[in-house]
């Protein structure tokens, strides 16, 4: 697997939040919670990408970084499908993943994670295969560890991965996420203060050592703790994944984000 393939792995599994969609949204169509104010708001209500944690590194504008060779706007979904399918297999890719919109879906994907809900439409993971599976039974129904082995293959991947070339292909890229994040948020803020924003709020997320409790008022099971179901999708997503899962992606999240905020 080329270093640049494994980029790309990094950066569509940091969208996995939007398989919390299928697996515990179902069938809502939940909207995008934006994160600043509209542009057409007066200076005073819209507020810039949060301070960041002393010693954080943000990555300049994006004119400061053109990169001739970046791809063309056309060329983009072809030239990460490309390297998908050399780091997955054209199969597995084309099961797992959208292949259009690339750069926008990751983008949206991030900025998403802390949201309640993430819209259908700009997911990047598509369903993972196979059933939710819940014990304990009706009367008190919790997360099965046997859905751990359902993310197991991502969890590999992402924890395998070689960080330091993750970072500098993310600062190669990064020109094309910031045009992709002027358009969804406040033009001024910078991507990259909220990507490690939301860093740090998944590596917040503290996972029961045992299952929550669920309830199943419908079709699809939500937790029984209100605290819990108001989480956003980012912090379902690690609950779902099991504790020995959740704690292998928080420490790779951890490795990059010290990467962001080291210095050069």
Request: hydrophobic content about 50%.
């Amino acid at each position: 697997m080329n270093r640049f393939a494994k980029t790309l792995l990094w950066l569509v599994f940091i969208g996995l939040a939007g398989l919390s969609v299928y697996l515990w949204i179902g069938d809502e169509q939940p909207k995008l919670a934006p994160l600043s104010a509209p542009v057409g708001e007066s200076e005073a209500a819209r507020p810039l990408s949060p301070p960041a944690p002393a010693g954080v590194i943000f990555v300049p504008p994006p004119e400061a970084l053109a990169d001739p060779a970046l791809p063309a706007a056309a060329e983009r979904d072809a030239a990460l499908t490309n390297l998908g399918q050399a780091a997955l297999g054209a199969a597995l890719f084309a099961e797992f993943f959208e292949s259009t919109g690339i750069v926008r879906r990751i983008v949206v994907s991030v900025d998403a994670l802390p949201a309640p809900k993430l819209a259908l439409k700009d997911r990047l993971l598509r369903a993972v295969p196979g059933q939710f599976a819940v014990e304990g039974g009706d009367a008190a129904p919790r997360r099965s560890p046997r859905n751990d082995a359902r993310y197991g293959p991502l969890v590999d991947a992402f924890a395998q991965l070689d960080t330091a070339a993750l970072l500098a292909h993310y600062r190669q890229w990064y020109p094309l996420f910031q045009q992709a994040y002027a358009e969804i948020a406040d033009p001024r803020a910078l991507f990259n203060n909220r990507l490690i924003a939301v860093i740090d709020q998944l590596l917040a997320v503290k996972i029961p050592a045992s299952p929550p409790r669920l309830v199943r008022p419908g079709v699809y099971y939500r937790y029984a703790d209100a605290a819990l179901e108001a989480q956003g999708v980012g912090a379902k997503m690690l609950l779902r994944l099991g504790p020995a899962n959740a704690a292998r992606v928080q420490n790779k999240l951890q490795e990059f984000r010290a990467g962001l905020t080291a210095a050069p």
